[in-house]
């Protein structure tokens, strides 16, 4: 039975290398090339100041990228920088619809391809806190604040008797990213976590590759949600006695 589970396991891992090894492989090129033609001093004029019809992207996301609980708004800075050409790209085709605020998909229409290589590029280079939220404020907000340590659990080992994976096992440790698929979610901000679960959860976004994402959520209750938020929103990218950099998209 023990080496009939394990077969079985070893199999799945090897289809999804099969899957996403040639797949990594052209994106890593990609990659390279896009980021190598961006302009980044263009991204943080659009950053800075808007564009036209767009207004500054400081305006909600902060002047650092840091993201606003107040506002629902994600931490850009240090992101990756495909995942947040695809964003861009998702919101501009309404393949992701900003259900807060709908702005982000008028946004990204008024943006030109170039344009959001360009500002993906800039907020890549901006400097990523080592903390997210800070969960007190959160809650004078309103917002229930979970358990950190339940939700480290989560985030870790997955709850297998629910059968719900760990999310290690796709944004890696603390969840800190594997780009140019798996966003980094430590140190995110915490309003931005809980909707975002929320909205893969209930299907109202579904920009994710196979579902992938609208399969975890289904099986996390509210508390889930809370718990895992308010463990991602202070995690740390490295373990203490490693400090070596997590990995970078571009060097
Ligand atoms: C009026 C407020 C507002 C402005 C201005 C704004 N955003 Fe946003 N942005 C949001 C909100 C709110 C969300 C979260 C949407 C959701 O919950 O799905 C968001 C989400 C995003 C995301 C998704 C991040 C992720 O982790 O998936 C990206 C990328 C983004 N914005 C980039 C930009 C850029 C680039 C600009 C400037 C051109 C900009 N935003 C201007 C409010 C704004
Ligand atoms: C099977 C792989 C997989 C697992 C396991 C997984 N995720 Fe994800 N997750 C993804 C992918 C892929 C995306 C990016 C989707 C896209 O391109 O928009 C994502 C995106 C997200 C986002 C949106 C980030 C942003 O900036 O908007 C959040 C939040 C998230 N995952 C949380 C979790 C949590 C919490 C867990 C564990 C309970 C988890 N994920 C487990 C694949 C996974």
């Known amino acids: 039975m023990q080496r009939f589970s394990k077969n079985l396991s070893v199999k799945a891992t090897a289809v999804v290398a099969l899957l996403v090894a040639p797949f990594m492989a052209t994106a890593a090129v990609d990659v390279a090339h896009a980021f190598k033609t961006a302009n980044v001093e263009n991204g943080k004029n659009i950053f800075t100041n808007g564009k036209g019809d767009v207004p500054a992207c400081q305006s909600c996301h902060g002047p650092e990228g840091l993201g606003e ?8 800075a240090g992101q990756g920088f495909s995942y947040i050409v695809k964003q861009l790209e ?5 393949k992701r619809i900003d259900t807060t605020m709908n702005v982000m998909n008028t946004n990204a229409k008024g943006l030109s391809a170039q344009d959001r290589r360009d500002v993906a590029a800039f ?6 806190p080592d903390k997210g939220s800070n969960l007190n404020d959160v809650a004078q907000l309103g917002q229930p604040v979970g358990k950190s340590h339940l939700g480290k659990s989560i985030v870790t080992f997955g709850a297998p008797e629910r059968g ?14 594997s780009f ?13 976590l809980v909707n975002q679960l929320k909205k893969w959860r209930d299907g109202s976004r579904a920009n994710d590759p196979m579902a992938q994402m609208q399969k975890v959520a289904q099986k996390l209750t509210d508390d889930d949600i809370f718990n895992v938020a ?10 203490v006695g490693n400090d070596r950099a997590p990995h970078q998209e571009v060097p």
């Open 230 to 239: 308010s463990f991602l929103t202070n995690a740390d990218l490295t373990t």
């Open 69 to 76: 609980d107040a506002m629902g708004t994600p931490r850009l």
């Open 164 to 177: 719900i994976p760990s999310c290690y096992s796709c944004h890696q440790f603390n969840g800190r990213g």
């Open 90 to 94: 998702d919101f501009g085709s309404d």
């Open 180 to 192: 140019p698929v798996y966003p980094r979610l430590a140190s995110q901000k915490y309003v931005y």
């Open 123 to 128: 907020v890549y280079t901006l400097k990523q």
